[in-house]
């Protein structure tokens, strides 16, 4: 005769099969995976869009952490997930502190959370800022390339901002194929601009590089301009700079006036995620009060439903999705994995019976 099982017994648990592991990915290792992979990277980023716009992602709104005693400061979470064939849930939560600069840290810094989509439990933490990083770099490689089709393709770039993006941005450019003729550089800061410009000069750039007294100046000198500072609002606001239709990486989102971008050809990366936050986008906007200058997302421009024309500046503005960094995330966890380096926290996830 079979005993049978009280209730009480089928809520005991049996020993967990395939306990549930965390590990740690320093930057160190992040960037060991990631050089030198800059094409394979800006493909894999190409793969990520497309899979958003099918509908086999998860990217809700980014979360702001604010602070009334310092209000230049934020901290971001980014939660996402991405279905087959990736599979990973997970979390970026990436501060923004500008005054680190004047004590000689980045401002950005990082961590980047990776879920099993199966349990939900986290597996990994990865240092992020190098992640993040790469993932704007390479998406503003990507669209470098898909927006300059059938236009004249961009020989004189100008950075408007010299910090660690405008370098990241620079070597993706580099590395996926653009032969640049001249390479311009400003900053409000005469030492960013001077970090820029001999990094440049290490790099063995064949451009000329060009430290630019303003902002105007260099526009009206670039056709690729990129905008990688932390403006927290517009500060470019004449129409005249842009009569020559450049293409315009916005990557910090909050450089030019809705005037700019109202005269612009406007892709962004997702339409209700660049609507937000008071980005030039979503100035103009609110000044419009309707969507109408907003031309599509980089995605249409790949697929070939929309065609950037060649009599208008055109204007990409990202906001950042965090399924990018997600990708990337799990690239770099997967090749870690495969490398047996990875540095696992014995016990992390203590508690695994349900009564002990």
Request: glycine letters at 8%.
């Amino acid at each position: 005769m079979t005993a049978r099982r009280s209730p009480a017994m089928e809520l005991i648990p049996r020993e967990p099969v395939g306990a549930p592991t965390f590990a740690v990915i320093s930057g160190a290792q992040v960037e060991g995976v990631l050089r030198g992979r800059e094409k394979q990277i800006v493909e894999l980023v190409e793969a990520t869009y497309r899979l958003h716009s099918a509908g086999e992602c998860v990217n809700p709104p980014s979360y702001f952490l604010r602070f009334p005693d310092r209000p230049s400061s934020r901290i971001i979470a980014l939660p996402a997930s991405i279905g087959e064939p990736m599979r990973v849930d997970g979390l970026k939560w990436i501060s923004s502190f500008p005054e680190n600069v004047a004590a000689g840290i980045p401002r950005a810094s990082a961590v980047l959370i990776l879920n099993d989509p199966a349990t939900g439990y986290p597996f990994a933490c990865l240092e992020g800022s190098i992640i993040s990083a790469t993932r704007t770099a390479s998406s503003a490689a990507l669209a470098a390339q898909w927006l300059s089709t059938g236009r004249p393709r961009p020989t004189r770039v100008g950075f408007v901002g010299a910090g660690l993006i405008a370098r990241y941005i620079y070597d993706f450019l580099a590395a996926t194929g653009w032969s640049l003729d001249e390479v311009g550089v400003y900053d409000v800061s005469a030492d960013s601009a001077a970090g820029l410009r001999c990094y440049l000069e290490q790099s063995q750039t064949t451009g000329r590089i060009t430290v630019h007294d303003s902002a105007e100046e260099l526009i009206r000198y670039s056709d690729l301009v990129v905008f990688a500072t932390v403006a927290s609002q517009p500060h470019v606001s004449d129409l005249a700079w842009f009569e020559h239709n450049p293409l315009v990486l916005h990557v910090s989102l909050r450089d030019l006036a809705p005037e700019i971008i109202l005269a612009s050809f406007n892709i962004v990366d997702d339409v209700e995620h660049c609507l937000k936050a008071n980005t030039s986008p979503h100035l103009a906007e609110q000044l419009t009060g309707n969507r109408n200058f907003l031309h599509g997302t980089l995605d249409d421009v790949m697929a070939g439903r929309v065609t950037v024309p060649r009599d208008q500046p055109v204007v990409f503005s990202p906001f950042g999705l965090g399924i990018l960094d997600l990708a990337l995330g799990k690239c770099v966890y997967d090749e870690v994995a495969r490398s047996g380096a990875l540095h696992v926290v014995d016990d992390f996830f203590h508690e695994l019976r349900r009564y002990g």
